[in-house]
């Protein structure tokens, strides 16, 4: 069940079944446990000539967990709340 009142409960915990994950503009890639089923490619973002205004000032969430890359391309790195582990990476090109 998503917890609509608490805005950062998977910040720091698996995505379960995908439904699941941190409020943001955008939200690029997969989190998951250690060895846990993800999606089975990198994920990439490209903005041109975009602008993203919300009320925390930080409009994607890239998590590049289990050996996956999420790629960020023209977003300023500060605007981009990042996650790794098992492997995984995020790379930015602002």
Avoid: C
């Avoid at 009142?5 to 941190?22: I, L, T």
């Avoid at 955008?26 to 205004?53: C, K, P």
């Avoid at 981009?80 to 582990?85: A, E, L």
């Amino acid at each position: 069940m998503i917890q609509q009142n608490n805005w950062d409960q998977y910040d720091n915990k698996k995505w379960e079944s995908g439904n699941e994950v941190p409020v943001a503009a955008v939200v690029v890639g997969n989190r998951g446990a250690e060895g846990a089923i993800s999606y089975s490619h990198d994920a990439t973002l490209t903005s041109i000539n975009s602008s993203f205004i919300i009320a925390n000032n930080l409009p994607v969430y890239a998590a590049g967990y289990n050996g996956h890359t999420a790629t960020i391309n023209g977003i300023d790195s500060a605007d981009v709340i990042q996650s790794t582990g098992f492997g995984g990476n995020v790379v930015i090109n602002s």
